[in-house]
């Protein structure tokens, strides 16, 4: 089991360095956008009909493409007080439970996410030409890569309730300083 967590991880890093690169462009072209947008309406005097809906979605996909980073660096918001007054065993099985609910939570995600996405392919934007397909893909996209990182927790967890001293699920020392 050590071994799959291990390439979990080592996969899991890979992909999160990828969406950093993904998130620093999406920032990027967000900041362009209303940019672009704020200088054709108030120094042109002509306002683009696309900067807002194009802003919208672009930053639709920056949650998506973040989130992951997010939870492979366990940065979103918890309550450490009950997992850091269990023994080793029980918060190891309390994170089992966490994480194996947000596993079940993103396939589920990446199911209705992409139903979404499928009905909406034929629909388009009223400001420019692209299937709404694309801009709904965000979410199992997104969700693919979070269900691949809580299984990694996930399997982490069951390891550490057998192995204590081998595993250790504290928020602060999960987190991957190589994506900073």
Not at 52 to 80: C, H, S, T
Not at 84 to 103: D, E, G, K, T
């Amino acid at each position: 089991m050590t071994a799959l967590t291990r390439g979990l991880d080592r996969i899991n890093r890979t992909i999160c360095k990828l969406l950093r690169w993904l998130t620093i462009f999406l920032m990027a072209a967000i900041t362009l956008n209303v940019f672009a947008g704020v200088f054709w309406r108030y120094v042109v005097n002509s306002s683009l009909p696309w900067y807002e809906e194009a802003g919208k979605y672009m930053m639709f996909w920056l949650v998506f493409v973040a989130a992951p980073i997010v939870l492979k660096n366990r940065g979103q918001i918890a309550l450490d007080i009950l997992p850091n007054l269990l023994p080793p065993r029980l918060r190891n099985l309390n994170y089992l439970i966490i994480y194996a609910v947000v596993f079940g939570l993103m396939c589920v995600f990446v199911w209705q996410g992409y139903s979404i996405a499928w009905i909406a392919r034929k629909q388009q934007p009223s400001s420019f030409e692209l299937s709404f397909f694309w801009i709904y893909f965000a979410i199992p996209f997104g969700s693919a890569i979070m269900a691949l990182i809580s299984l990694e927790f996930l399997l982490k967890a069951l390891h550490g309730i057998f192995r204590p001293d081998a595993v250790d699920l504290e928020p602060g020392n999960m987190i991957d300083n190589s994506l900073t």
